[in-house]
């Protein structure tokens, strides 16, 4: 089994630029997050899904939105890349909100905005 | 607001020694505390979990000792290998909408010398 399937694995932007990063899990999950992971800052919820046809904000959701396409993909949208969202990004799937269960990460995506 | 703290940062261990990193949280609805092992350009794995029932739980060379009066939980990794240099992460989640997502530490680097 893939997991979690994240693509692309490295992208470089230029101020102002657009990009939808993808994100698909084959483990049946209902949940699924996009984190975003910054030196000395660990793991930062951006946005997350509890189910198909729901979304909602995390810790730090601003300049992002998200569309969950889906129960197996979701994905991350930049709509004007800047500077601060240069970072490393992981989708992670689990297998409900009500259920206190293992994440499994994808390998991420490295992210540069120059 | 940091829910949970995580110390240290950094860690130097030898060889054959003992690494501990120490966790604090502050929700206490929290009732599942995942740790979490990250390899250099790799998304996070589970490494063990543990619920508030129990006050230690081992597998293998890695236990986690959970003091729920303290609202501290700690990871020791016994005889400590070169392989076992990742960085580690803490976590806690309780259940159901937002707080069913996990809350990660800002991570402790790992290295073991040969």
């Known amino acids: 089994n893939a997991g979690v399937t994240q693509t692309p694995k490295f992208q470089v932007l230029k101020t102002g630029q657009s990009m939808t990063l993808q994100c698909a899990q084959d483990?049946?999950?209902?949940?699924m997050y996009w984190y975003r992971q910054d030196p000395g800052m660990g793991l930062r919820l951006i946005y997350y899904?509890?189910?198909?046809?729901?979304?909602d904000k995390g810790e730090v959701p601003n300049g992002y939105n998200v569309s969950r396409l889906n129960k197996r993909e979701f994905s991350l949208r930049l709509e004007s890349a800047a500077p601060s969202q240069t970072s490393v990004y992981f989708c992670?799937?689990?297998?409900?909100?009500?259920?206190?269960?293992?994440?499994?990460f994808g390998q991420g995506t490295r992210l540069t905005v120059v | 607001q940091q829910q949970v703290k995580q110390s240290p940062q950094s860690l130097i261990v030898q060889k054959g020694g003992i690494s501990i990193i120490n966790c604090a949280y502050e929700?206490?609805?929290?009732?599942?505390f995942p740790w979490y092992q990250q390899f250099p350009g790799k998304g996070p794995a589970l490494l063990i979990a543990i619920r508030p029932d129990v006050s230690e739980k081992k597998e293998g060379r890695f236990t986690i000792s959970f003091n729920k009066s303290a609202k501290q939980f700690s990871l020791h990794i016994m005889d400590s290998q070169p392989g076992d240099s990742a960085t580690y992460f803490c976590?806690?989640?309780?259940?159901?909408?937002?707080?069913?997502?996990?809350?990660f530490g800002k991570g402790t680097k790992l290295s073991v010398k040969p």
């Open positions: 899904s509890a189910s198909e046809g729901t979304t």
């Open positions: 929700n206490t609805a929290f009732d599942y």
């Open positions: 976590a806690a989640s309780t259940y159901g909408g937002s707080q069913g997502n996990l809350i």
């Open positions: 483990m049946n999950h209902n949940s």
């Open positions: 992670a799937s689990r297998t409900g909100q009500w259920e206190n269960t293992e994440a499994f």
